[in-house]
């Protein structure tokens, strides 16, 4: 039979099988939000001894035991031991232990289910603000490659049919601006976490009179969920708002690593990393693979699972606490560790990353620049529809040659010879108003 040890048990015993049934992967996980729990505790205690509660003797014992506690927890020294539930059981037991009796009086005010949220939400709120700054990192990379790489011209693809000209300025600068809207989404998880659910208990309130605005300015906290059934009505909605973040950078990752997978193949030849960087074969000794690439491509594939998995988990369920909850952390926890080990990836993996300048040599672009040739016919005053029609049938002809007008004709075709100029083009990438764009997004 179960054992005795839990602060929540009521004199009955649970079988083995059903406790380690209902606790699950819980106990693992729970051990990334034992900072964030002595944290709240922290900040419940202080509102405690405001309201009459705590003595002020009990609040400095109680804090100095936490305090200890929290340096363990920081040093790596904490555990939670074999026969007890959670992490929260573990620090009040933990503070019984060595303070006695006055460590019981710490869960005055406040529910299990309230403690979870605002655990969860401080450790959310760091996840993405870790988030936002790796991302703010990759983002400076693709900027600086942008602007380094800007002359370089790139075949553009529509339909997988060679189609018009672009660069690697535009490629690199295109993939920046993509993490520019992803952040606008990370602020507005951001936003929906930054709300304090403390002191709205198992979901109903409290009869005591807590000081709620108190525990949200020392949590530092935006504002509080204030109905106490908002509050739990929360839970989900906050890791739902998280994994669709992170599937919006997830995505933009996803198609950056499946260019780069293709971009690498031989029969387009645009970019190449040092071998060190790429795998090899079992039998063909010539291969040199993108795993990395193909690796960060899947795992992105799985972070936008997520928030799929938590829309389902949390359907079809009445408002309040259910104990499906407890299996968000096993959907989000894990995203979030793929979340950071991708955009690191991605990141060392750009540094190294090696462009070809000769790609136009070949004669499979020799039709790329069709719609420039049309588009100077129709500045010279032809029409656009004969400009297109002679183009054409030149194409068909076998006629079709382009040749701009630049001072150097026997120089390699740069993006500035193009003579691109409106915001946005290969001849005006705007990366200083993206940056701009970027900045204000990640003011959070």
Same mark, same amino acid.
């Given at each position: ?7 929540? $048990? ?103 289910? *309230?403690?979870? +949220? ?27 490659? &942008? ?100 599937? &919006? ?12 997978? +293709?971009?690498?193949?031989? $029969? ?89 300048? *000769? ?8 039709? +790329? ?20 029609? &002679? ?54």
């Amino acid at each position: 039979m179960g054992n005795n040890s839990t602060l929540w $048990n009521k004199g009955t015993q649970a079988t083995d099988l059903v406790e380690a049934f209902t606790v699950g992967n819980d106990r693992v996980l729970d051990l990334r939000l034992a900072e964030y729990d002595v944290i709240g505790s922290k900040a419940h205690i202080r509102m405690l001894e405001s309201i009459g509660l705590l003595r002020k003797e009990e609040l400095d014992t109680l804090t100095e035991a936490l305090d200890g506690i929290l340096k363990e927890i920081r040093e790596g020294n904490f555990i939670l031991e074999d026969d007890v539930e959670d992490i929260h059981s573990q620090v009040e037991l933990l503070l019984t232990r060595r303070i006695g009796e006055i460590g019981k009086k710490i869960h005055s005010g406040r529910s299990r289910n *309230d403690q979870v +949220l605002v655990d969860i939400k401080l450790f959310l709120k760091d996840e993405l603000r870790k988030t936002r700054d790796e991302v703010l990192e990759l983002f400076d990379t693709l900027q600086e490659l &942008s602007e380094k790489h800007k002359e370089v011209l790139l075949p553009g693809y529509t339909h997988g049919q060679v189609a018009m000209p672009s660069s690697f300025g535009m490629w690199f600068g295109a993939y920046a601006e993509a993490l520019s809207d992803d952040m606008y989404m990370l602020r507005g998880a951001y936003s929906v976490t930054d709300q304090n659910p403390l002191g709205s208990a198992a979901g109903y309130g409290s009869s005591f009179p807590l000081d709620r605005q108190m525990t949200t300015d020392l949590l530092g906290f935006r504002s509080m969920d204030y109905n106490a059934v908002a509050a739990q009505l929360s839970r989900g909605r906050c890791e739902r708002a998280v994994a669709s973040a992170m599937g &919006s950078v997830a995505l933009t990752l996803n198609k950056l690593a499946a260019d780069c997978c +293709l971009y690498m193949c031989p $029969n387009f030849g645009f970019i190449k990393f040092p071998d060190e960087l790429t795998t090899g074969s079992s039998i063909m000794p010539h291969k040199k693979n993108p795993d990395v690439w193909e690796i960060i491509r899947g795992n992105c594939n799985r972070i936008l699972g997520a928030e799929n998995e938590i829309n389902l988990l949390c359907s079809n369920l009445p408002h309040g606490y259910h104990r499906d909850f407890q299996l968000l952390k096993d959907i989000l926890f894990p995203a979030l560790e793929l979340m950071h080990n991708c955009l690191k990836m991605t990141r060392y993996m750009l540094e190294h990353i090696q462009i070809s300048t *000769d790609i136009l040599k070949s004669g499979i672009y020799d039709y +790329l620049f069709t719609v420039e040739e049309v588009n100077r016919r129709t500045l010279e005053g032809m029409p656009f529809r004969d400009a297109y029609r &002679s183009v054409g049938i030149e194409v068909n002809e076998g006629r079709f040659c382009y040749s701009p007008k630049r001072q150097n004709p026997d120089a390699p075709l740069k993006a500035s010879d193009l003579g691109h100029t409106h915001a946005g083009s290969l001849g005006n990438l705007c990366n200083d108003r993206i940056r701009a764009k970027m900045i204000s997004a990640a003011e959070f």
